[in-house]
Every structure is written in structure tokens, then in C-alpha cells.
């Protein structure tokens, strides 16, 4: 008898949640299994009939665009009673369902797994009374779960992100942009609470990405001169030309004593102590609706698609569906429930630092990284042995170059150093464009798109070198921090190599990562490259829309030269039949295959067919090409477009990751800068997020051909992609939960 999972989204909705069902039941049916969705929570299996119906293949097109969750959510009281889940468990059996994936919060988790436990008991009780046969308890005598978190909150100890905090972010960013615009017109002061009982995160990271002023968490209450310290903080920064305050508070704040700190309290410091006409702004429900960041719909892609591995396995105690380093890992469910309340009950004992422990040290590092740049002081005086620093990109364009360059030249000034522009890249910096920048002079750059210092692709030549060294002697600088792409690495090992002719190159130099190809060594993500998806995702969400009238194949090009970060992560959060990639090629065998089943998957009723290309995934197959001969064998049974995305995956608003990843990466070169400074070093690296790798490591790193790290991380996607996109039974890549057959025969709809 085919194996049976049931799926259910329970507790607070969350974005992403119906790209995690999505996956769920095409990986199930790929897999071999059915896949039943229970509908409204818990409710459902409680009432069971038509409120558990069996999902199919096109039951799950087209919704991962959309936010909340398409089988619906509620919290269910009939379930907390030991009779509520009794029910369930019969509806379930009667079903033929004894593997359980739930997407919820903490409490969901909870209540799945007293139902794992209580089960057998349930079957022994339904069988003696005669409600289910003894064929029934035997062949679901157990019940196998596993859980994904669907959180806006980011409160789950043991996974790095949940299912719809990320677009829960981009929410609140956008939020605090246009209060931002507002507020500095008539320089106002706002007072932001976002959403958090337990939890500060969503606080502290769009405090980050908004350039708030002032944040305020529960597991880190604030000192008693709280309002004292706020005041001076803010007054510092208008002090510096900034025309705005906003200072953000998560719902759960409280002081020392354990007493409410409310968005009105912060209002009423404001105009106590600094005579301020603050405005609160509650987000409330904005947070958790709107369309799934690009994050949120490929991640819970693949986590849901490793969730159904997890069950069919079932054969280990139940674990929690985390991703860890953007891969899906594995622990002990009510292990990462029972350290996630633990965190409430710190914050509830008073013991603050053992609560931000427990978040975890990158939430540490950020929580410390917001207070050195928002408490940064503006009129600090340069040290006495001040040093000079110059700040420069290279390579390409990407969304949060200016966000990364603010932080350097804040933090840098914070601790007394002399902070130099250098305008227009290398060129710029040998022609001596160099301009001394102050706190004020990068205000408001941290939401900007472009970089307002200019970049170039430009490596400085050979011959260039004499000229180089010259202007980094007479400029005075004694350090360099490049924020760029992969020509910034390429200038690095450039300028180490020649550093014993032209002893001006010895000096500190650190290569920052910004690229939206997301071709760089040493990290999984460089800043720009989630702008350039989340622009990637929406413009294929339109395209997609603008086909809805009629039969259409399109054919998607995006950028990322000869990586295919971009297009592949697009094709997983948008669903794509087909990728095609640098690092795969082209070859006719693959599009006659490809052709031959998008012709069939039209003739058997479907409507829309959607392959994504890497710009330079072949220079013969091009995307025009493509588009020629998938209409050509279309015989003119549907029409077929081809898109080139272009520029606009360069351009807009970085995206909350983007402006937070920034500042992370920023405050690593700025605090290795100044040992290297202190000690008098001068070390040539390039920043990680582990930490800092000399130039030398490139080679073992880089395909410098290729121009990409010999490593890609999110290849790991493309079975991901296959299994959810194929006919079932028929999927082929390797690492894919079947393995088997090869031929694409359908498409989604
Ligand atoms: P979340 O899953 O978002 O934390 P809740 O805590 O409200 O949200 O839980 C959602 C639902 O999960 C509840 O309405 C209930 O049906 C079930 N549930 C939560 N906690 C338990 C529990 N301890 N025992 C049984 N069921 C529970």
C-alpha cells in the first residue's frame, strides 16, 4: 500500500509557508508517496471528511508567489485535549496517513509531537473499540513526524532562519524607508514597534537595514538610564545632520524589573527629555502579509523537499527540518523546542546574557555591530596617531555597496581614524579622486541603490602600478578596504604580487564581497547578490502573470556572467521547468529533450512554460535562439517569448540580507583594519564571514578562469529543482529523492 503523508501549516501564518507545501507534496508524489493536505491546522485532522484531501501535482501550481497559506491555519483548542487528538488520530488513520510534515510554531511542534507520542496508545484504544480495524492498527501503528518552522519571529533555537522572517523584513524595511522619507522632511522623530514577544531579532535586524537610531529588545532590557542614554544618542546623530530618529522596539521589551517598555513610553522620553513631536507607527499584520521574499519561497522549497526524505525514512526519533549555512539540517524536534522556551524563561528569570547566548553568535555579533554603528560618535575627534584609510569599489554594480561603505566610514570614524572616498575605483584612486568623508556625509546611504563612490570594473596593469603606489604615497593613506567583485580579488593578488617592487603597496588591504553574480570566494553570499534575486523573482512573477491569458513559453535570461547563483535560485522560488547554466552547458540532446516535453506538456492541457537561462550559460544556444526554436516546434500551438532581465537586477533598493550583510562584512574589515594598523602589519586579505583569508588562499579557491569559486554551495539546489518540476517517477538528478528515469514529460502550470 502506497505510504501516506499528511501536510499542515498551523498556529501564526508566515511567507514561504506555500512554497514549503509545495514542496512537500511534489517531492512526496515524486517520491512515490500520496500527500494529503490537512486543512486549517489541527482543526482539520480534528474534523476530519473533506477537511483532509489528497493533494496532487497541479494542486500546488502557481502559490508560491502567494503570502500566507493556501490549506489555511488556525490554532486549534479541541487539539490541546487529549479527546481533540484522539480524533485526529482516527481521521488520520481512516485516511491512510501515518507520517505527519507541520509547518508552524513552536506550540504546532509541541502538539505534533504529544500526538507522535500518545498514538499508539490512540490505536490500541480505536482498535479495542472497534472504530478502526485490526488491519488499521497494524499498518499504522506508529507515527512518523517532522517539523519546519513557520515563524515570522526568528525565534527558534537551532535553525539560522524561519520560514517568513525574511519576508517579514523586507515588510518592516519598507516600512522604515518611507517613514524615513517622511520623517526627514520635517524632521521628526518615529517610534517603530515591530513584532517579537520572545524575540528581538526582527528589531534588531531591520534597525540594522533601516539605519534606525535606537533599538530596543526583550532579551537585552536596557540599562536603568535607558531614557538618558536614548536621548544622547539621538541627539548626537541630529547633531551630525541627521534630519530624523527612529527608534525601534520589539512588542515584547521590557525593563530590568520585568515592567513593559511600550512604543508610547519611548514616545514620551522623546518629548521629555529632547522636546520631540514623536509619532508611533504599530506594523502589526503588515509584518506577516504580502508576497514571500525570494528567500523564503527557496529555502522552504528545500527544506520541505528534505522534510519528505525525513519521513519516508522514519526511522530516528523526530527532528526538527533547520537550515544551517543555507543547507537543510537535521535536530531532535522537542531538543529545539525545549531550548526555544528555555530562551522565554531566561528573559522571564532576568539572566539577559545567558538569553542572547542561546540566540546564537551571529545574533550577538549583530546586536553589537547595531550599537557600534548607531552609538558611532559623529564628532569623535581623530586619534592623535590618526590614521588615513581609503574606501573604494571595484567590479561591477550591486545593491549595498553604499550601505557597505556607509558602515566602514561610520565605524571607522568611530574609532578615530581619518576616512578617505576614493571616487570612481582604481582610476580614480591614481588620478587621486580622493575626498575626506565625514558621519553626515553618508547619511541616508544605507537604503540607496548605485554607489555613490562610483565603481569600475578597472584593474589597475602592470604599468598602472608605478602610478598606484605613487598616489597611495601622496594621498597619505595607510590602508585600503575594496569593496567590490571578483576584479577586486583579481586586483588584490595583482597588487601582493608587485608589493616588493612598489614597497607604497605595503600596506593593509581587504577586499570586501559585493557582487549580485555571487561569484566570490570564501562565503555563500556576497552582498547584492539577494537584491539582484528578489529583482529576478518579482520580474518573473510579472512575466509569469502577463502569460496567465494564454498559451506561452517564456524564455527568462538573467545575469551572473558564468555563475549561476541567479539563475538557478530563481528557478527554485519562482518554479522553473528548466535552468540552463555556464557551469552545465548546452547541448542539442538537452533541448530536444526539453522541447519534446514542453510540446507534450502543451498538448496535454498545460498552459505556461517557464525555462530560465544564465546569459552566458552557452555562446551558441543563446537565449534568442532558444526562443526561436522552442517556437518553431510550437508549430504555433502556443507562443513563446524570450526576456532579458538586463540591468534591473543591478539597480533598486538592496534588500534588507544585502544592507544587514553589509554591515556584518563592513565591521569585520573595519575591526581587522585597525589591528593591522595598531600592530603595524600589512597583510593583503579578503573577508569571510569566518573571518579573514590571506590573498594567498585564492588559488585553492577560485577558478580564475571561470571566474567563480571552484566550490558553489547552491548547486545543491538543482535536484531540489528537478524533483519539483518533473513528472513524478521520472526525475533523474543525482542527489533527487528518486534518482530515476530521466525524461522531463510535464511542466507546472
Ligand atoms: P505556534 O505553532 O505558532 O506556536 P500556537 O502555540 O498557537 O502557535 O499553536 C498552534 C496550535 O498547535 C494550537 O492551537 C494547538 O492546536 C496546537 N498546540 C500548541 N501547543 C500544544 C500542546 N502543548 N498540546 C497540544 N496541542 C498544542
Not at 175 to 202: K, N, P
Not at 726 to 739: M, Y
Request: aromatic residues 6%; proline residues 4%; glycine residues 12%.
Amino acid at each position: 500500500m502506497t505510504v501516506r503523508i499528511g501536510v499542515l501549516t498551523s498556529g501564526g501564518d508566515a511567507q514561504g509557508m506555500n512554497a514549503a507545501v509545495r514542496a512537500v507534496v511534489r517531492a512526496g508524489i515524486q517520491a512515490g508517496a500520496e500527500v494529503f493536505g490537512i486543512h486549517e491546522g489541527w482543526q482539520g485532522a480534528v474534523d476530519g471528511g473533506d477537511q483532509i484531501r489528497r493533494l496532487e501535482w497541479d494542486d500546488v501550481g502557481n502559490v508560491l508567489a502567494r503570502g500566507g497559506t493556501v490549506i489555511g491555519t488556525a490554532r486549534c483548542a479541541a487539539f490541546r485535549e487529549r479527546d481533540g487528538r484522539k480524533r485526529a488520530a482516527l481521521n488520520l488513520i481512516t485516511h491512510g496517513i501515518d507520517r505527519i510534515i507541520v509547518i508552524g510554531g513552536d506550540g504546532s511542534l509541541t502538539g505534533t509531537d504529544r500526538l507522535r507520542e500518545e498514538w499508539p496508545a490512540f490505536v490500541a484504544e480505536l482498535a479495542d473499540a472497534g472504530e478502526i480495524t485490526a488491519e488499521q492498527a497494524e499498518r499504522h501503528a506508529q507515527l512518523v513526524i517532522a517539523g519546519l518552522v513557520g515563524s515570522i519571529d526568528n525565534d527558534m533555537v537551532g535553525t539560522d532562519m524561519t520560514i517568513g522572517t525574511d519576508s517579514a523584513l523586507h515588510r518592516i524595511t519598507e516600512a522604515i524607508d518611507a517613514i524615513s522619507s517622511t520623517a526627514a522632511s520635517h524632521q521628526r522623530s518615529f517610534v517603530v514597534e515591530v513584532m517579537g514577544r520572545h524575540c528581538g531579532y526582527l528589531a534588531v535586524m531591520s534597525a540594522i537595514a533601516g539605519a534606525a537610531d535606537y533599538v530596543l529588545i526583550p532579551e537585552s532590557p536596557p540599562a536603568d538610564d535607558w531614557k538618558q542614554h536614548m536621548s544622547h544618542v539621538l541627539r548626537q546623530s541630529r547633531r551630525a545632520g541627521r534630519r530624523t530618529s527612529i527608534v525601534v522596539i520589539a512588542e515584547g521589551t521590557q525593563d530590568r524589573q520585568g515592567n513593559p517598555i511600550t512604543p508610547e513610553d519611548v514616545r514620551v522620553v522623546l518629548a521629555d527629555e529632547m522636546g520631540e513631536d514623536a509619532r508611533v507607527t504599530i506594523l502589526g499584520h503588515v509584518q506577516r502579509g504580502g508576497t514571500p521574499s525570494a528567500y523564503d519561497r527557496w529555502m522552504a522549497t528545500m527544506l520541505g523537499h528534505a522534510a519528505v526524505g525525513e519521513v519516508l525514512r522514519g526511522d530516528r526519533e523526530p527532528q526538527l527540518v533547520a537550515v544551517r549555512g543555507n543547507r537543510p539540517t537535521f535536530m531532535p524536534l522537542m531538543e529545539a523546542v525545549a531550548a526555544t522556551r528555555r530562551v522565554a524563561s531566561l528573559i522571564e528569570e532576568g539572566r539577559y546574557d545567558e538569553a542572547m547566548a542561546a540566540r546564537g553568535r551571529s545574533f550577538v555579533q549583530m546586536t553589537q555591530a547595531f550599537h557600534q554603528l548607531s552609538e558611532a560618535r559623529p564628532d569623535a575627534e581623530p586619534l592623535e596617531d590618526c590614521r588615513q584609510i581609503g574606501v573604494l569599489h571595484c567590479g561591477g554594480l550591486a545593491p549595498g555597496m553604499n550601505a557597505t561603505a556607509a558602515a566602514v566610514i561610520r565605524l571607522g570614524i568611530d574609532r578615530g581614524h581619518e576616512m578617505f572616498g576614493v571616487h570612481g575605483g582604481f582610476p580614480g584612486l591614481i588620478d587621486g579622486d580622493i575626498r575626506r568623508l565625514g558621519w553626515g556625509d553618508v547619511e541616508g546611504w544605507t537604503a540607496s541603490g548605485g554607489a555613490n563612490l562610483g565603481t569600475r570594473r578597472t584593474i589597475p596593469t602592470e604599468e598602472d602600478l608605478y602610478a598606484l603606489s605613487r598616489s597611495i604615497e601622496t594621498s597619505g593613506l595607510d590602508a585600503l578596504i575594496i569593496i567590490g567583485g571578483f576584479n577586486a580579488y583579481r586586483a588584490l593578488t595583482l597588487i601582493h604580487a608587485e608589493r616588493k617592487r612598489f614597497p607604497a603597496l605595503r600596506l593593509p588591504i581587504v577586499v570586501v564581497p559585493c557582487s549580485i553574480d555571487n561569484n566570490l570566494p570564501g562565503l555563500q553570499m556576497a552582498v547584492g547578490a539577494d537584491t539582484a534575486l528578489n529583482v529576478a523573482v518579482s520580474s518573473v512573477d510579472l512575466i509569469k502573470m502577463s502569460a496567465s491569458a494564454a498559451k506561452r513559453a517564456f524564455v527568462v535570461e538573467t545575469m551572473g556572467r558564468h555563475c549561476g547563483f541567479l539563475t538557478l535560485t530563481t528557478g527554485v522560488a519562482v518554479g522553473a521547468e528548466r535552468v540552463y547554466l555556464h557551469e552545465d552547458g548546452i547541448t542539442i540532446a538537452d533541448l530536444k529533450t526539453d522541447i519534446d516535453a514542453m510540446v507534450e506538456g502543451f498538448r496535454s492541457g498545460r498552459s505556461f512554460y517557464l525555462a530560465i537561462r544564465n546569459e552566458e550559460a552557452s555562446p551558441f544556444y543563446t537565449t534568442d535562439l532558444i526562443t526561436r526554436m522552442f517556437e518553431a516546434e510550437g508549430r504555433g500551438e502556443f507562443s513563446v517569448r524570450g526576456s532579458v532581465l538586463g540591468h534591473v537586477q543591478q539597480g533598486g533598493a538592496p534588500s534588507p540580507f544585502d544592507r544587514i550583510n553589509g554591515v556584518r562584512l563592513a565591521s569585520q574589515a573595519m575591526q581587522w583594519v585597525t589591528e593591522q594598523l595598531a600592530s603595524g602589519a600589512d597583510q593583503h586579505v579578503f573577508v569571510t564571514p569566518d573571518g579573514m583569508r590571506d590573498v594567498r588562499d585564492l588559488d585553492e579557491l577560485v577558478d580564475w578562469q571561470a571566474r567563480r569559486p571552484l566550490e558553489q554551495w547552491w548547486l545543491d539546489l538543482k535536484p531540489v529543482l528537478h524533483d519539483l518540476t518533473r513528472t513524478p517517477g521520472v526525475a533523474s538528478a543525482p542527489g533527487s529523492l528518486t534518482g530515476r528515469g530521466a525524461r522531463p514529460t510535464t511542466m507546472e502550470r
